[in-house]
């Protein structure tokens, strides 16, 4: 069963600080994805990637940076957090063109 | 600019009764339609897809019937149960493009 696992499952950062997310993927997906979730937005699509050393904008990706260091890992990174960006976090792996996406429990992140 | 929308944004219906959640997009390239269910504390897991090639899709108690002419689909719960009370998720993805734009989400609640 794909099994997709995120870590911290809770962080809370100050404002300003830097909060690396990592996700980690035993299904060998090529493509994976950050979501964001918020209450009356649903989800909302940060940074994706196709592969080792590729990452891509998604809808919303100001105040994110996104690094594949190989076909497991996916980590989301801000560099300067801000309260905005309290909210909860969801990686995802994914087969090509689209299909299912298996995702990750989530990380709750409260930036004070 | 929203895609995709879901309505009602919460639905309560009895145990036993049919739940019908709907969903409908504006992009006229989305070609498959998956339906998510998130339960409170997890991540969003596939419930049940369908391509615009067919009109229905079922799944035991789940059904999808889709409209491609008027871009609208509907998700039917048929005997509906405590066990179904969980957040629904409408998404779709176009041909090319390894990414999902999603509703916001209907909560549908099964009072026992």
């Not at chain 1, 962080?11 to 964001?36: D, E, I, P």
């Not at chain 2, 048929?78 to 409408?90: E, K, L, N, R, V």
Request: glycine letters at 8%; charged letters at 20%.
């Amino acid at each position: 069963e794909a099994a997709v696992t995120q870590s911290p499952r809770n962080k809370v950062a100050v404002t300003g600080g830097k909060v690396t997310l990592s996700c980690n993927q035993t299904n060998n997906h090529n493509n994976m994805y950050w979501y964001r979730q918020d209450t009356g937005h649903g989800l909302r699509l940060i940074h994706y990637s196709y592969g080792a050393g590729s990452t891509e904008k998604g809808d919303i990706p100001d105040g994110y940076k996104a690094s594949r260091p190989s076909q497991e890992n996916f980590s989301l990174i801000l560099e300067l957090a801000t309260p905005s960006q309290t909210s909860v976090y969801f990686c995802a792996s994914g087969e090509d063109w689209g299909d299912t996406q298996y995702f990750g429990p989530g990380t709750r992140l409260l930036v004070l | 600019q929203q895609q995709v929308r879901q309505s009602p944004q919460s639905l309560t219906v009895w145990e036993g009764e049919t739940a019908i959640l709907n969903c409908s997009y504006e992009d006229s390239t989305f070609n498959y339609f998956p339906w998510y269910q998130q339960f409170p504390g997890e991540g969003p897991a596939l419930l049940i897809s369908i391509r615009s090639v067919s009109d229905k899709k079922e799944d035991g108690r789940f059904t999808i019937f889709f409209n491609k002419r008027e871009k609208k689909l509907s998700l039917h719960i048929t005997d509906s149960q405590p066990g179904d009370s969980a957040t629904y998720f409408c998404a779709a993805s176009d041909p090319g493009y390894n990414k999902l734009t999603f509703g916001k989400g209907t909560v549908l609640l099964v009072s026992p």
